[in-house]
């Protein structure tokens, strides 16, 4: 079974700075994938970024970046220049390969401060 | 593009009454899932399908019967609701065999059991 564990129920952010959502993960499955979304309070959950276990470089989608180090299990989610938009509750997933079932984290509650 | 649709939006429903949330994705997604959302335990799996006619469990399926007649289709039905079944239920699918793929989700539905 897999496990992902976000530690920080919430954050305050003051807007144009640099922020590190953390995720930990637990598996036994030699190949998955790591995925990211953000609802924002209108609910709806909008993908972020995807990590596969086997990709040499962090992923990077626009201002979303994936810390990613396999030895450790953590595939933290760095957002840069924070925008007031940005606010929303941030969920970290992960699935093995060949399973389709995606597991969640409890989330993180981002707040960017004006 | 209409992706995945949910219906109702909202729900009030008496203890002991039965209900159908009604899911459709018109993306020729094989992997269809029902999740509910409960505050400080992220998005947990109801039950899910891999293509029509096939149905398995997830992580918190009592309460709940689904099925899958056709591959657009994914129904959740609630035979006799409960106060504990107040929720917010999303629906999401994704191709199959294609590790990198997020889930779609629907916009969800905000169910509360008096």
């Known amino acids: 079974a897999q496990k992902i564990t976000q530690t920080q129920p919430g954050m305050f952010v003051q807007e144009k700075e640099a922020v590190t959502l953390d995720c930990t993960y637990d598996?036994?499955?030699?190949?998955?994938?790591l995925f990211w979304y953000k609802q924002p309070s209108s609910g709806e959950m909008i993908f972020l970024i995807y990590?596969?276990?086997?990709?040499?470089q962090n992923a990077t989608e626009g201002r979303y970046s994936l810390n990613f180090q396999k030895a450790r299990k953590s595939a933290n989610l760095v957002i840069s220049a924070s925008q007031l938009g940005d606010s929303a509750m941030y969920f970290c997933?992960?699935?093995?390969?060949?399973?389709?079932?995606?597991?969640f984290g409890t989330g993180t509650r981002l707040t960017i401060i004006p | 593009n209409a992706g995945v649709t949910q219906t109702p939006k909202f729900q009030v429903l008496k203890t002991g009454q039965s209900m159908t949330l009604q899911c459709a994705q018109d993306?020729?997604?094989?992997?269809m899932s029902w999740y509910r959302q409960d505050p400080g335990m992220g998005l947990r799996l109801i039950h899910y399908?891999?293509?029509?006619?096939?149905?398995d469990q997830g992580e918190v399926p009592n309460g709940y019967n689904v099925s899958r007649s056709t591959t657009e289709d994914f129904p959740l039905r609630l035979l006799s609701a409960a106060p504990s079944q107040t929720s917010v239920y999303f629906c999401?699918?994704?191709?199959?065999?294609?590790?990198?793929?997020?889930?779609?989700f629907g916009n969800g539905t905000r169910l509360t059991v008096t």
């Open positions: 999401a699918s994704s191709p199959q065999g294609r590790p990198n793929s997020p889930l779609h």
């Open positions: 993306m020729n997604h094989e992997y």
């Open positions: 598996t036994s499955d030699p190949s998955y994938g």
């Open positions: 997933a992960m699935r093995p390969f060949g399973n389709e079932k995606l597991t």
């Open positions: 399908s891999v293509g029509a006619g096939i149905t």
């Open positions: 990590q596969g276990s086997y990709d040499q």
